[in-house]
């Protein structure tokens, strides 16, 4: 077993734990003393590696850069970075989760015989243009994105597990398509959903970094767009139960146990590219 599974495989446990763990603080009732008074008690937040105290912010050539992998060359140059950077946590690298390029699926009479899945599973359905896939919960903590196209929409399955929100978004802005994946980082603000940290996207064609539990982009040329979520008449996040009740010919199931290797190359915008693609939203 290689030394980079095992990071992802450790990796995958701690936020596993965890996403269980913060999700049950975050309901907690509070308590209520002998006086009667209301004490909202909250629990410690659990710690994960500080970005900035493990120097993976750096300064080159009088840019601020943000680290992303062994090779320089994946860098993100955050110099324009809307957020604090001592809010952000790991740094892993930018290509360690596998957010799925091309995905594969099965049918759901073979996902039927899948005995990971039961009736109380937890998917992402989008249904467009009376195309139909499921994306399963629990394979989206291991690949977080998934790029796709459905009834001829460009789409993207996200889901954070730290956050445990998942949501169905567009990858086309204005006339172009984007393709994302996992930064390695995660952030959190004191002032939204509860504080929980959330994964930080990037796109390949700009590498701006996104943060989707604000909608937007937060470095990059892409800076302030907001990350599109799609139609809620087209997606929903339920179970595979509710998704059999549907009855859908022809559904697509998410096939587990897909690897991807990082692209060597791919489309980047150029400057000029990028304001079109900004002017036109």
């Not at 994946?74 to 952000?88: A, G, I, P, Q, R």
Request: negative net charge; proline residues 3%.
């Amino acid at each position: 077993m290689t030394t980079k599974y095992l990071i992802y495989i450790f990796l995958i446990i701690l936020l596993s734990v965890s996403c269980s763990s913060e999700h049950t603080n975050k309901n907690e009732s509070t308590e209520i003393s002998s006086s009667t008074e209301v004490i909202d008690e909250k629990p410690e937040k659990r710690k994960y590696p500080n970005a900035l105290e493990n120097g993976k912010f750096l300064t080159v050539d009088g840019k601020r850069m943000m680290y992303g992998g062994e090779d320089s060359t994946w860098h993100f140059d955050v110099s324009n970075l809307t957020l604090k950077e001592e809010n952000f946590h790991f740094g892993i690298g930018r290509e360690r989760f596998h957010a799925l390029i091309k995905p594969k699926y099965i049918s759901m009479e073979e996902a039927e015989k899948d005995t990971a899945i039961t009736d109380s599973s937890r998917f992402l359905f989008v249904n467009i243009n009376g195309d139909a896939r499921a994306y399963s919960v629990d394979l989206l903590t291991h690949h977080e994105i998934v790029n796709d196209v459905v009834g001829g929409e460009p789409i993207m399955a996200a889901y954070c597990v730290l956050a445990d929100l998942g949501a169905i978004y567009t990858r086309k802005l204005g006339d172009n398509v984007f393709t994302f994946a996992l930064s390695g980082y995660t952030y959190f603000d004191e002032t939204v959903w509860d504080g929980l940290d959330g994964f930080v996207f990037w796109d390949r064609e700009t590498e701006s970094t996104w943060w989707p539990l604000i909608g937007k982009a937060v470095s990059g040329p892409m800076l302030e767009t907001n990350l599109i979520e799609y139609n809620k008449e087209n997606w929903e996040d339920i179970t595979w139960a509710a998704i059999k009740a549907k009855n859908i010919p022809n559904l697509k199931v998410l096939k587990s146990g897909q690897t991807m290797e990082p692209p060597k190359t791919w489309k980047k915008f150029t400057e000029e590219e990028t304001q079109q693609v900004k002017a036109n939203l």
